[in-house]
């Protein structure tokens, strides 16, 4: 490219640059529900309303925003992209390879993300999950490894990048490196650079006027928050930890950027569990009412972004007869992994398990034989699973991704989708549409059908964020 034309394109950048330089955006959150495709989001306001008895829709926060589109999800080497290419893309605005965190697709060099950009331009940063820190999509706004399982390696790149609120459940793996040798802990580490560890809601409460924070759930896992289907009112929420990072980044000098992920729809979607996947959108929307009571307060000056990285499992509402039979869903009262950790404890008991156990389970938790009725086919499926279960104690459980269900919860949590007409495509992710919502100041910038790499640009633009190199 000659030198004139590198110049002309310099100025038409200023151009463009300036045409938005008149945006007073100064607080920026990013939604991202993992594995939430359009699918998810309808499903879940359709049974929303079905819960209520009626056909329709009652709309989520996030949906009724003024700009509703879609973006396309490919990753630079898939048709399917995984959350680490699907997370760079969102965070960057690059395509790169399946596996890969904040590199380019032949990791070859680095990419920055918008996080980054805003931290750059002065803003202050905060990234928070469901699931643990050093997870594929929190990771692709800080970090840059060509793997996404270099968990602690990613972890280690939290003082680098620098941000001022880190959340989630925790770290996937606190002390062990790649080589899977044993290290210093990423706590220490994080405190000898000056982080503030938080353990739940009253260890940030001790923390929170001390400078950076790194804040964990202490009653969930390392690498993931407990289900919002099975939380109970002593366990940290998505909307707490949002609550928690807008008090600690608020400031009206130069605003902050906040990313926020629903990380585990994905998982109940990889699980095919329609009822503890549409919890979980719920609750990321209780997260999004946060923002939006902020944006309230700061119209001119909030933007926020709702979308995901992929879909997760091709959920089909519907299976076949036109109608759905959503309601049914509500008989769920815990998710398939619980459902299935509940079966395993009869297993354990040491007791014989018999079928009138799993009976009384499956009412309880399920309501099976009481609202949901099963055929006399549907019982001989899940006597089967009974039986290869227990009676033959083969234990060579079913493996799906994020989830080691029994078989009888498998067959259970199947049969409850299949009574409620949804139908699931695979137990993985899908190159489906993901839904893009938008409100704020120039918003109208998202409108048109997207690919996920425009995203993070346009919030960069109209965040006035500046140039992309570090
Ligand atoms: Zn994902």
Redesign the pocket.
């Known amino acids: 490219m000659g030198k004139r034309m590198l110049f002309l394109l310099g100025v038409a950048f200023l151009m463009s640059a300036n045409l938005f330089s008149q945006s007073d955006i100064k607080y920026v959150f990013y939604f991202i529900g993992?594995?939430m495709g359009v699918n998810q989001v309808n499903g879940t306001e359709m049974y929303l309303a079905e819960k209520e008895d009626s056909i329709g829709t009652v709309p989520l926060c996030f949906t009724q925003f003024p700009v509703a589109t879609f973006a396309t999800t490919y990753s630079a080497t898939n048709s399917v992209t995984?959350?680490s290419a699907?997370g760079t893309a969102l965070a960057s605005g690059e395509k790169t390879a399946n596996g890969t965190i904040g590199m380019n697709a032949d990791h070859t060099a680095p990419v920055y993300s918008v996080a980054q950009l805003a931290k750059n331009s002065g803003a202050k940063v905060g990234v928070i999950s469901t699931v643990s820190i050093d997870h594929?999509?929190p990771a692709a706004f800080y970090a840059h490894k060509p793997d996404r399982n270099m968990y602690y390696e990613i972890a280690c790149d939290i003082p680098a990048a620098g941000f001022d609120f880190y959340g989630g459940a925790g770290f996937a793996s606190p002390a062990t490196s790649f080589n899977k040798e044993e290290v210093v802990s990423i706590f220490e580490i994080l405190k000898r650079r000056n982080y503030n560890i938080a353990v739940g809601l009253s260890g940030y409460e001790q923390v929170k006027n001390k400078g950076n924070i790194v804040m964990v759930e202490k009653r969930g896992k390392n690498d993931a928050m407990k289900f919002a289907i099975d939380r109970d009112s002593a366990d940290l929420s998505l909307k707490q930890m949002t609550e928690c990072a807008i008090r600690s980044l608020y400031n009206r000098g130069k605003g902050f950027f906040l990313m926020v992920e629903g990380g585990m729809i994905?998982w109940a979607c990889h699980s095919n569990d329609a009822a503890t996947a549409f919890e979980e959108v719920v609750d990321m929307d209780e997260a999004v009412k946060v923002a939006f009571e902020f944006y309230k307060k700061y119209p001119k000056e909030t933007l926020i972004v709702v979308t995901a990285?992929?879909e997760?499992g091709g959920l089909s509402l519907g299976n076949g007869p036109y109608k759905l039979n959503l309601k049914l869903l509500s008989e769920q009262k815990v998710s398939k992994d619980v459902l299935a950790k509940k079966i395993n404890e009869l297993h354990k008991s040491g007791k014989k398990v018999e079928w009138e156990n799993i009976r009384t389970l499956l009412r309880d938790n399920l309501g099976f034989w009481d609202t949901v009725r099963l055929t006399k086919d549907e019982r001989s499926e899940l006597l089967e699973a009974f039986e290869d279960e227990f009676v033959k104690n083969e234990e060579d459980d079913e493996e799906v991704l994020y989830s080691q269900s029994g078989k009888v919860a498998d067959k259970a949590i199947e049969l409850l989708n299949r009574h409620a007409n949804i139908e699931w495509g695979s137990h993985g992710?899908s190159a489906g549409y993901v839904p893009v919502f938008v409100i704020g100041e120039g918003s109208e910038l998202f409108n048109g059908k997207l690919d996920n790499t425009d995203i993070p640009k346009k919030i960069a633009e109209l965040a006035g964020y500046g140039k992309k190199e570090k």
């Open positions: 993992d594995g995984d959350s699907a594929a999509t994905d990285d992929h997760t992710h």
